[in-house]
C-alpha cells in the first residue's frame, strides 16, 4: 500500500466526520477502519524522516501522532459500541479527530519544510 498524504488522511477522516454526523455507525467504522490503516501506513512511512529532525522537532511531531492516533483509537471505540453515551460524542469525536490531523499536517509541513530548506522552522508550543 502507498503512504497517503496529509490532504487524503483527511479526506479519510471528513468521511468519518461525515458518518458520524449522520450518526451512520456501520459507515463510520468502516470509514475509520480505513481511516485508522492508512494512518498506520503513513506514520511507519514517516518514521525516517522523523530520525532525521532534531530532537524537539520529532518530540513535537510524535506528540501530535500520538494525539492524532489516540482520537481515532477513540472514534473507533466509541463506533464498536454503537456511539452511545451523551450527546453526540461520535460526532464531537469525528470532529476533534479532523481538528487534530489539520493541527498535525500544518505542523508537520512547517517542520518538514524549514529541516528540507535548511532554515530553522516556526516554534510554538503544545
Avoid at 28 to 44: C, I, M, N, P, Y
Avoid at 92 to 108: C, F, G, I, T
Wanted: charged share 25%; aromatic share 2%; with cysteine.
Amino acid at each position: 500500500m502507498r503512504s497517503l498524504d496529509h490532504d487524503s488522511l483527511l479526506t479519510l477522516a471528513r468521511k468519518a466526520h461525515a458518518a458520524a454526523g449522520d450518526a451512520d455507525t456501520t459507515r463510520l467504522a468502516e470509514d475509520l477502519g480505513t481511516f485508522v490503516h492508512a494512518l498506520a501506513h503513513h506514520l511507519d512511512h514517516e518514521l525516517p524522516t522523523l530520525s532525521r529532525l532534531p530532537p524537539a522537532e520529532a518530540r513535537l511531531v510524535r506528540r501530535g501522532q500520538a494525539r492524532v492516533s489516540a482520537a481515532a483509537r477513540a472514534l473507533l471505540h466509541d463506533a464498536a459500541g454503537g456511539c452511545t453515551g451523551p450527546g453526540r460524542r461520535c460526532a464531537a469525536r469525528a470532529e476533534e479527530l479532523v481538528a487534530l490531523l489539520s493541527l498535525q499536517a500544518r505542523d508537520e509541513r512547517l517542520i518538514l519544510h524549514g529541516a528540507a530548506s535548511g532554515t530553522s522552522p516556526r516554534r510554538w508550543s503544545r
